[in-house]
Every structure is written in structure tokens, then in C-alpha cells.
């Protein structure tokens, strides 16, 4: 780990790279890049060249320099300032080890180059309420990396870009809880590992990053695993970070999400953190008797569920061991057989709630069951491709069907129907017209 060091002339200058067992105490720097972190961030070719002074960044050093002496320090850290970005080798230690060195800090600052106290007086609450809406809508709380910032360091103070100190995380831990849906236990030092990881996974559903990838790099020390980075890959990264965190955990609430994407058919894994918005109070609950594991493998996520079909369709309702501790309902979702104990998830918008009267009264007995969901996404027309036609009822009457392609003022209306409404002339009435262009609705 390198760190930047106040020098006795007052300047900054680069340690040399200490090992784990030698790192002095050092206080970490929080922040946003600039539009252009070369352009506009002091960056480590710039401390080893000793440039950089004309760029807007170097007022977050020298912020940091008077801070760091003004509490007794002598070393501090900033991303930009101490990561050789040249070296990929680097660059993947680095991101490896950064929840872990805000976690160590003596202290961190966050600095924050968007809310300013300069005008506010004393005794003024207009001024107040201004710094303090200045506060909520900082860029800070919407990027990807500094969630870790803000969980794994101990002792945060937050500063606006004057230097002048707003608070701790302590004393804003109601403010910084309802911008963030972080619990407040959490931010004065419960351990967040309590928290499910559906719950982990919500704080981060309305925080971006510059890089795709990063949406998922940026979450590994909150779940405490680690994985080589392959920038390029897109939203393969978050497969890859849920992969991961089954490895270790049997915390179902993982498979506890929502897109609004409007996939016909989906795996049981995410495609980004944004799906689980809607999950900061879905829980795990233990069942009574042991629990198998769920692993991957070549036919996709093994794992036993209870599981139980709609009467009135090919519909499965799948229920996992976590429930919404605010309703107290059992959360479950619905998947569609692609026949021999092989399944995807469909309805991708809701969730199986088993409180709801009408969808209970519908369903067949709960059973165990050991299925295989791969992992894939399709849209409704490429499902329609996707899924051949068995003209025959039974099992697979999830089979979707196109029954009729008519193009009407409003655009194409695609109409569907299930294999078992082939042999049953009582219920061709079923078929589902969508008028949106190229839009398909299964069966139930």
C-alpha cells in the first residue's frame, strides 16, 4: 500500500510501497472524480513528476494536507493520488484490497465538492435547510464506490469543498439512513453482515459507475469475496459477483429481485443491482428441517425449492426462505418448466407473495422439489423462438404458441396460446392479445 506523506516543508510527497505489517496510521480520503480524472485529478504519474498543481483536484490535497496536520496525522490516501493506473496488476490489487484499507483507517474524509456552508449564518435555519438539501442531492451518495467508503470505515467526517466540517457519520446517521436506506445500526458500527444480502444489495440499486463492470467490483468487499476484474465484460461482472457470494452463502434473499425490463423468461440471478430496489425489507427466515445447498453447475443453479403449480396454467410458484419482515409474507416468485426438472423465471415485475388469498387458492400442495434454472434472459419474441411448439397437453403446456400475427393500425398484435389449449377446444378462449409492437404474453 502506498500513501501520501506531509512532508516538513508542508509539501506532499509519495511513501514507498509498505507492506501489510508496516502501514503507519493514515487517514483515507472519500471523493468524487472530476469529469476527467486526468484531466481534472491529481493522479500518480502527476505526484511522481510533482505536477498536477494547476488542475481543480489539487485543492482536494491541500485540503487534505491542512486537515490531516490539523488531527495529528502525517500520511493519508486518495485513490487517484496513490494508484498507478498504468499496471493492470496494480490497479487489480488495489480494487481488491479497498474495502479492507478504508476499513484500517484511522479516520476518512469525505469530501464533498458540491454542498458549501460559504454562505451560511449562524442562527440562519433557511441557510440550514439549504446546506442540508445541498447534502442530500450531493453526487457522493449516487456513485457505486463510495457505498463501501461510507460502511467499511469507522470514523467518517464529511466536508464541503470550503473544508469546513458538516459532521460525522454518527451525528448525520438519520440524514445519511434516509438517503441511503442504510440502517442506522449500521452506520454507527453494527457489523452489516447481519444484513441479508438482498437488503446489501438495495443500498446500491440507485448508485452508478463510470464503468459497467464496476457495478459489480465496487460491491466485492461488501460481501466480502474476491474475483480477477476483466473490464470488457459488461454485465457478465454481476453474474460473476453473485457467483461468487453463493459460493459462500446459503442467504436465499439473493434470488429476492425485480426488473422492470419486461423479460419474458429470466434466470434466478440479477442482471444488476438496480433490481433489487424494491427488496431493502425482504429478510432470510431458517426452515425447520436442514436445507440442501444450491451450487452451479453445466445445467444451470441446482437448488430444491418448494414448489407448487397453478391449476389454471403451467405456472410453478417457487418459495424461498426469506420473507418481507414489514407484511410478514413469505416471498416467492414464478418460474415456467422447460421440462425434466429444468425452469426459468417468468413474471419478472412481482413477486409470489403466499399471503395473497386468490394466488394460494389456485396452487397445488407445496413439495420439495430439486430443479435447475440456467441462466439466461430472453425477450418475448426470442422466447417465441426459443420454445418449439409440442402439440400435445401435458407438462411442458408452458410451450408458448404463436396462434395469430395480424398488423393493425396500433402495430403488430401478437396473440399466444399454451400446448394445453390445442387439445382443449374449452379453453382456446384464453388467448391473450398485447398491443405493444412485438410483445407477447404468456399463458396465466
Known amino acids: 500500500m502506498r500513501l501520501l506523506k506531509v512532508l516538513p516543508n508542508g509539501e506532499v510527497g509519495l511513501t514507498e510501497d509498505f507492506c501489510d505489517n508496516a502501514i503507519p496510521s ?20 502527476d505526484m511522481v513528476e510533482g505536477t498536477g498543481r494547476d488542475k481543480a483536484g489539487f485543492q482536494k490535497i491541500q485540503f487534505c494536507r491542512n486537515q490531516v496536520v490539523k488531527d495529528g496525522f502525517k500520511y493519508f490516501w486518495m485513490d487517484t493520488a496513490c494508484i498507478n493506473r498504468s499496471s493492470s496488476a496494480e490497479l487489480q490489487e488495489s480494487i481488491n484490497s479497498m474495502f479492507r484499507w478504508y476499513q484500517n483507517s484511522a479516520r476518512c474524509y469525505v469530501y464533498l465538492s458540491d454542498v458549501s456552508t460559504k454562505k451560511r449564518k449562524s442562527g440562519d435555519e433557511n441557510s440550514q435547510l439549504a446546506w442540508e438539501q445541498a447534502f442530500r442531492t450531493s453526487k457522493w451518495f449516487t456513485r457505486g464506490w463510495t457505498l463501501q467508503e461510507l460502511i467499511a470505515s469507522k470514523q467518517v467526517e464529511f466536508f464541503d469543498r470550503g473544508g469546513t466540517s458538516l459532521g460525522t457519520k454518527t451525528s448525520l446517521k438519520d440524514i445519511i439512513s434516509s438517503i441511503t436506506r442504510i440502517p442506522t445500526d449500521v452506520l454507527v458500527g453494527q457489523n452489516f453482515n447481519r444484513c441479508s444480502i438482498a437488503q446489501r444489495m438495495s443500498w ?13 467490483y465496487c460491491l466485492m468487499g461488501l460481501f466480502d469475496v474476491n474475483m480477477p476484474l476483466l473490464y470488457g ?9 453473485q457467483e461468487e457470494i453463493i459460493k459462500n452463502s446459503d442467504d436465499q434473499s439473493i434470488f429476492a429481485w425485480k426488473d422492470e425490463k419486461r423479460y419474458a ?31 452451479l453447475t453445466q445445467l444451470g443453479l441446482r437448488i430444491q425449492l418448494q414448489l407448487a403449480q397453478d391449476t389454471r396454467s403451467s405456472l410453478h410458484t417457487a418459495l424461498l426462505n426469506c420473507m418481507d419482515r414489514t407484511t410478514g409474507d413469505r416471498i416467492g416468485v414464478h418460474l415456467i418448466s422447460l421440462g425434466e426438472n429444468r425452469f426459468l423465471r417468468t413474471k419478472l415485475d412481482q413477486f409470489a407473495r403466499t399471503r395473497h388469498k386468490r394466488m394460494v387458492s389456485v396452487l397445488t400442495p407445496f413439495e420439495a422439489r430439486t430443479i435447475y434454472v440456467p441462466q439466461l434472459r430472453l425477450s418475448p419474441i426470442q422466447s417465441l423462438r426459443t420454445f418449439k411448439p409440442r402439440r400435445r397437453c401435458g407438462a411442458n403446456a408452458a410451450n408458448l404458441y404463436p396462434a395469430r400475427a395480424k398488423r393493425g393500425n396500433a402495430g403488430p398484435i401478437v396473440k399466444t396460446i399454451c400446448g394445453m389449449c390445442l387439445r382443449c377446444p374449452a379453453r382456446r378462449s384464453s388467448l391473450l392479445p398485447n398491443r405493444r409492437i412485438g410483445f407477447a404474453l404468456p399463458f396465466g
Open 265 to 295: 423468461v429470466h434466470g434466478l440471478l440479477a442482471r444488476s443491482p438496480a433490481a433489487f430496489a424494491d427488496s431493502y425489507d425482504i429478510v432470510p427466515i431458517r426452515s425447520p428441517g436442514p436445507t440442501s445447498p444450491f451450487t
Open 233 to 241: 465484460e459488461g454485465e457478465k461482472a454481476f453474474h460473476r459477483l
Open 26 to 45: 493514515y487517514v483515507a480520503v472519500s471523493h468524487v472524480w472530476g469529469a476527467g480524472l486526468d484531466g481534472e485529478e491529481v493522479t500518480f504519474q
Open 204 to 216: 446500491a440499486a440507485f448508485r452508478e459507475t463510470t464503468r459497467a463492470e464496476d457495478l459489480a
